[in-house]
């Protein structure tokens, strides 16, 4: 019987949601595709939030052109087959032409291909691989990323590391087996070694792990100044706590997967990481996003939400700029241009990553502060 | 420790030994050829830095100090009911999480703190510890009998591998029910140490401490040699019977092991060691203390029951002939369910250990310490108690020397690695019976 009526109800709210889709004729429609159920829902939710929010405020300012602009939202689940079948559902069902989305690369890059062979435009606020923006056969025309892609933050780390630590000799610990946290442990070490530091200590671990004591050791016995985890919270988590236990006092650095509510931020203490956007960065654009989305959700944005009020605002000002609706003029003049969004000055590269800074945050005293930003 | 097997010394009933197939000349040679290679890599690393490699091996023995507690579990179950209890992990899973909710949302770690506002932070931390830990073996206990009354009772009489699969059913079945929103999510969650953790190196435990413990590990150590001769003499003392049974008392097991582990633990952490002008503080932490006299305190109670009463009496029959200790008047029933209870009780008990060291709960944690406490338990030889325990000292130094210098990727394929050459040349273990071939 339950189901019975979920079904009916979702029958009627489609039809509704169908019907408001087919009102507006001088609407500009786009597409929300983001995880809303499953293990990584809360991602789905900032996104969608944060490309609300900046929906909101385009139609508060009467539209791009005088066009409002609508959406429509798809749970495609951080999962390959439920994003294609997102995308699929979202440009030939509902003719979109503008996707923002997917939070996951792994189900970015499938929905890339198939708007890449449409000609839809679509910008990934979050994802992170570089094959999302780059396919065999090049560059993709019309694929964008709002955030920088992982090696990027290893540079910065390393940058930040010399300059701002004065740190001479450095420890890094990897997961082999992990794309993420090697790309970020190898360009560091590149980048560190390239200024003159000196990497005393590369271990590797696998990402089943519970037990770091002996690689721990390893590095007290050399001593380094800093120690590079560019892992996921709940290894850095463990890492952390038997370096504290076993005396080791390099000064702990890492990447985004550190940002969570589970950090330890009592095994961390001291240790900073680079980040995309901070709610504490000072400039007028961020304290006023900070403020309206808090007024309208009843919390703080985290990272992934001003990531996905960046993608919405690089799309509208791309559309604004480029006075179309047409997904290939609209994609040229995002490629050449220039945004102020909260997380920064962004430029696109051949590539179609963003060229921008990275906030670095320090765990201290239970709490993340926002330290400094860091240009490469 | 050493006289207590689950099974009863065999007198004469046992009558053949099957040793495994001896091996060719070939891979004698490969065997002896690998050993003396890891003997040269061991010995330059020690030679070369010997801090670090002294602190690997405490590192190593506070891993293998876990395992133990895991291991026992794995080889009473074993010798009594001739199942290997797969989801032994997942009971340890559970120990481990009831821990968590107990200390992070029950506080039941400060209780005395709560009843008696005065008393000391010292004795406070010990007692409240300790609560957790009791309250995480009942459950985990409890989860075990359990499981044992549903899953692996009704085919206590069809085929082993039956009751080998369902335990690998119901493995999963406790993995993913933890995973559920609603139970344990499958989050990984930061673990609250119930104490304040605390690193030792030199200069920071008082000299005194140290005399008073080696003072007392060397009269036990002085009465146990004392005891041996005594009951060395056989018929010519009058003592000597006596002297046998105070030799395997388990509270002079307890003092020997206790005493000598911490004694020489809390020892080191005292030695600053300098080589080449590079000096190097050996460090211990309260968790290494508190994981090592933990395990053997759990252990020595273990082994009592298991040697000392009527309970233990009742286990060692079973596991010699269930059929027979039936005949005998004995509850093999319950028996079982009080086996499954002690293994599960321990396995808890090591979650909660497990987790203050590394400090993270999640629901397949009790995977991966399941199978090496496992391997442990098979290269001590299975169903053996302190088969269990050295095992699992092996493995806890296999990972680590290997993490430490050999390669940290391959520590757990030469940890496994190293099941398969002893099941290659040691089939029954190194404590373990040689399959029974009863006339």
């Given at each position: 019987?339950?189901?019975?009526?979920?079904?009916?109800?979702?029958?009627?709210?489609?039809?509704?949601?169908?019907?408001?889709?087919?009102?507006?004729?001088?609407?500009?429609?786009?597409?929300?595709?983001?995880?809303?159920?499953?293990?990584?829902?809360?991602?789905?939710?900032?996104?969608?939030?944060?490309?609300?929010?900046?929906?909101?405020?385009?139609?508060?300012?009467?539209?791009?052109?005088?066009?409002?602009?609508?959406?429509?939202?798809?749970?495609?689940?951080?999962?390959?087959?439920?994003?294609?079948?997102?995308?699929?559902?979202?440009?030939?069902?509902?003719?979109?032409?503008?996707?923002?989305?997917?939070?996951?690369?792994?189900?970015?890059?499938?929905?890339?291909?198939?708007?890449?062979?449409?000609?839809?435009?679509?910008?990934?606020?979050?994802?992170?691989?570089?094959?999302?923006?780059?396919?065999?056969?090049?560059?993709?025309?019309?694929?964008?990323?709002?955030?920088?892609?992982?090696?990027?933050?290893?540079?910065?780390?390393?940058?930040?590391?010399?300059?701002?630590?004065?740190?001479?000799?450095?420890?890094?610990?990897?997961?082999?087996?992990?794309?993420?946290?090697?790309?970020?442990?190898?360009?560091?070490?590149?980048?560190?070694?390239?200024?003159?530091?000196?990497?005393?200590?590369?271990?590797?671990?696998?990402?089943?792990?519970?037990?770091?004591?002996?690689?721990?050791?390893?590095?007290?016995?050399?001593?380094?100044?800093?120690?590079?985890?560019?892992?996921?919270?709940?290894?850095?988590?463990?890492?952390?706590?038997?370096?504290?236990?076993?005396?080791?006092?390099?000064?702990?650095?890492?990447?985004?997967?550190?940002?969570?509510?589970?950090?330890?931020?009592?095994?961390?203490?001291?240790?900073?990481?680079?980040?995309?956007?901070?709610?504490?960065?000072?400039?007028?654009?961020?304290?006023?996003?900070?403020?309206?989305?808090?007024?309208?959700?009843?919390?703080?944005?985290?990272?992934?939400?001003?990531?996905?009020?960046?993608?919405?605002?690089?799309?509208?000002?791309?559309?604004?700029?480029?006075?179309?609706?047409?997904?290939?003029?609209?994609?040229?003049?995002?490629?050449?241009?220039?945004?102020?969004?909260?997380?920064?000055?962004?430029?696109?590269?051949?590539?179609?990553?963003?060229?921008?800074?990275?906030?670095?945050?320090?765990?201290?005293?239970?709490?993340?502060?926002?330290?400094?930003?860091?240009?490469? | 420790?050493?006289?207590?097997?689950?099974?009863?010394?065999?007198?004469?009933?046992?009558?053949?030994?099957?040793?495994?197939?001896?091996?060719?000349?070939?891979?004698?040679?490969?065997f002896v050829l690998l050993g003396l290679l890891v003997v040269y890599v061991l010995g330059r690393?020690?030679?070369?830095?010997?801090?670090?490699?002294?602190?690997?091996?405490?590192?190593?023995?506070?891993?293998?100090?876990?395992?133990?507690?895991?291991?026992?579990?794995?080889?009473?179950?074993?010798?009594?009911?001739?199942?290997?209890?797969?989801?032994?992990?997942?009971?340890?899973?559970?120990?481990?999480?009831?821990?968590?909710?107990?200390?992070?949302?029950?506080?039941?770690?400060?209780?005395?703190?709560?009843?008696?506002?005065?008393?000391?932070e010292g004795l406070m931390m010990l007692v409240g510890t300790v609560t957790v830990v009791l309250?995480?073996?009942?459950?985990?206990?409890?989860?075990?009998?359990?499981?044992?009354?549903?899953?692996?009772?009704?085919?206590?009489?069809?085929?082993?591998?039956?009751?080998?699969?369902?335990?690998?059913?119901?493995?999963?079945?406790?993995?993913?029910?933890?995973?559920?929103?609603?139970?344990?999510?499958?989050?990984?969650?930061?673990?609250?140490?119930?104490?304040?953790?605390?690193?030792?190196?030199?200069?920071?435990?008082?000299?005194?401490?140290?005399?008073?413990?080696?003072?007392?590990?060397?009269?036990?150590?002085?009465?146990?040699?004392?005891?041996?001769?005594?009951?060395?003499?056989?018929?010519?003392?009058?003592?000597?019977?006596?002297?046998?049974?105070?030799?395997?008392?388990?509270?002079?097991?307890?003092?020997?092991?206790?005493?000598?582990?911490?004694?020489?633990?809390?020892?080191?952490?005292?030695?600053?060691?300098?080589?080449?002008?590079?000096?190097?503080?050996?460090?211990?932490?309260?968790?290494?203390?508190?994981?090592?006299?933990?395990?053997?305190?759990?252990?020595?109670?273990?082994?009592?029951?298991?040697?000392?009463?009527?309970?233990?009496?009742?286990?060692?029959?079973?596991?010699?002939?269930?059929?027979?200790?039936?005949?005998?008047?004995?509850?093999?029933?319950?028996?079982?369910?009080?086996?499954?209870?002690?293994?599960?009780?321990?396995?808890?008990?090591?979650?909660?250990?497990?987790?203050?060291?590394?400090?993270?709960?999640?629901?397949?944690?009790?995977?991966?310490?399941?199978?090496?406490?496992?391997?442990?338990?098979?290269?001590?030889?299975?169903?053996?108690?302190?088969?269990?325990?050295?095992?699992?000292?092996?493995?806890?130094?296999?990972?680590?020397?290997?993490?430490?210098?050999?390669?940290?990727?391959?520590?757990?394929?030469?940890?496994?690695?190293?099941?398969?050459?002893?099941?290659?040349?040691?089939?029954?273990?190194?404590?373990?019976?040689?399959?029974?071939?009863?006339?």
């Amino acid at each position: 019987m339950r189901s019975r009526i979920y079904v009916m109800l979702a029958l009627v709210v489609s039809m509704l949601v169908l019907s408001a889709c087919g009102g507006g004729s001088g609407a500009i429609k786009i597409a929300i595709l983001a995880p809303m159920s499953g293990d990584v829902a809360t991602f789905g939710q900032s996104t969608r939030d944060g490309i609300l929010l900046a929906i909101e405020e385009w139609n508060e300012k009467g539209g791009i052109d005088g066009k409002k602009i609508e959406y429509v939202v798809e749970d495609s689940q951080c999962a390959a087959e439920a994003a294609v079948s997102a995308a699929n559902k979202v440009i030939d069902q509902d003719g979109v032409k503008f996707i923002i989305g997917e939070v996951c690369s792994s189900a970015s890059i499938p929905v890339s291909e198939i708007a890449t062979a449409k000609q839809i435009f679509q910008i990934s606020p979050t994802s992170t691989n570089t094959a999302v923006t780059v396919g065999e056969s090049g560059t993709k025309p019309t694929i964008f990323r709002a955030c920088f892609i992982d090696p990027f933050q290893g540079k910065v780390a390393a940058k930040f590391a010399l300059d701002n630590l004065g740190a001479k000799t450095a420890a890094v610990f990897l997961d082999q087996g992990n794309d993420y946290v090697r790309g970020l442990a190898e360009v560091f070490i590149a980048e560190f070694e390239a200024g003159g530091g000196q990497v005393v200590v590369k271990e590797t671990y696998t990402g089943d792990d519970s037990d770091f004591s002996a690689i721990v050791t390893k590095a007290k016995d050399a001593n380094p100044d800093v120690l590079y985890l560019p892992d996921y919270y709940s290894t850095v988590n463990l890492i952390a706590a038997q370096a504290k236990e076993r005396g080791l006092t390099a000064a702990m650095l890492g990447g985004d997967g550190w940002d969570s509510a589970d950090l330890d931020r009592a095994a961390l203490d001291g240790g900073y990481f680079t980040n995309h956007f901070s709610d504490q960065d000072t400039r007028p654009i961020v304290q006023e996003f900070v403020s309206k989305y808090a007024a309208k959700f009843g919390a703080p944005p985290d990272a992934l939400a001003a990531l996905a009020y960046d993608a919405a605002n690089i799309l509208f000002q791309g559309m604004d700029k480029a006075n179309s609706v047409d997904p290939v003029e609209v994609a040229k003049t995002v490629a050449s241009g220039t945004f102020d969004v909260v997380s920064g000055r962004i430029t696109y590269d051949a590539d179609h990553n963003p060229v921008k800074a990275a906030v670095i945050l320090q765990v201290k005293d239970g709490a993340i502060n926002y330290v400094d930003t860091v240009a490469p | 420790m050493a006289q207590t097997f689950l099974r009863p010394a065999q007198n004469g009933v046992m009558l053949k030994r099957r040793n495994g197939m001896p091996l060719n000349r070939f891979s004698q040679g490969l065997f002896v050829l690998l050993g003396l290679l890891v003997v040269y890599v061991l010995g330059r690393a020690f030679w070369q830095n010997p801090g670090v490699f002294v602190q690997q091996v405490l590192n190593g023995l506070q891993l293998g100090f876990i395992y133990a507690l895991i291991a026992l579990g794995y080889t009473m179950i074993y010798g009594i009911v001739k199942l290997i209890n797969f989801a032994h992990g997942d009971v340890f899973m559970v120990g481990a999480f009831t821990s968590f909710y107990a200390v992070a949302t029950l506080n039941l770690h400060r209780w005395p703190a709560a009843l008696f506002p005065g008393i000391p932070e010292g004795l406070m931390m010990l007692v409240g510890t300790v609560t957790v830990v009791l309250l995480s073996m009942a459950i985990s206990g409890t989860l075990a009998v359990v499981m044992e009354r549903f899953a692996y009772r009704p085919l206590r009489n069809k085929p082993r591998i039956a009751a080998l699969i369902t335990a690998i059913g119901v493995s999963f079945f406790v993995e993913y029910f933890g995973a559920l929103p609603f139970v344990f999510t499958n989050n990984y969650i930061t673990y609250p140490r119930p104490f304040a953790v605390q690193v030792y190196s030199a200069g920071m435990i008082a000299p005194w401490v140290l005399v008073v413990l080696w003072v007392i590990f060397l009269l036990i150590v002085a009465t146990f040699g004392w005891l041996t001769a005594l009951a060395r003499q056989g018929s010519r003392s009058r003592y000597h019977v006596q002297a046998q049974t105070w030799k395997r008392h388990p509270l002079l097991q307890f003092g020997l092991l206790f005493f000598g582990f911490i004694t020489v633990v809390v020892t080191l952490t005292g030695v600053r060691i300098e080589t080449g002008g590079k000096v190097w503080d050996l460090t211990a932490s309260n968790v290494t203390l508190v994981v090592m006299g933990g395990s053997i305190v759990l252990q020595v109670l273990l082994s009592y029951v298991v040697s000392r009463t009527r309970l233990g009496k009742a286990m060692r029959a079973a596991a010699y002939d269930k059929a027979v200790a039936r005949l005998m008047g004995i509850n093999v029933d319950g028996v079982i369910t009080a086996t499954f209870a002690l293994g599960g009780g321990l396995a808890g008990a090591a979650g909660v250990l497990y987790a203050t060291v590394f400090p993270q709960v999640h629901h397949l944690m009790g995977i991966i310490p399941g199978l090496k406490a496992f391997v442990a338990a098979v290269i001590g030889g299975i169903g053996s108690i302190p088969g269990a325990f050295v095992g699992s000292l092996i493995m806890g130094q296999t990972e680590m020397l290997t993490a430490g210098f050999i390669s940290t990727p391959m520590r757990d394929a030469v940890a496994f690695s190293l099941l398969i050459v002893v099941l290659l040349v040691w089939p029954q273990g190194i404590f373990g019976e040689p399959p029974a071939e009863k006339v």
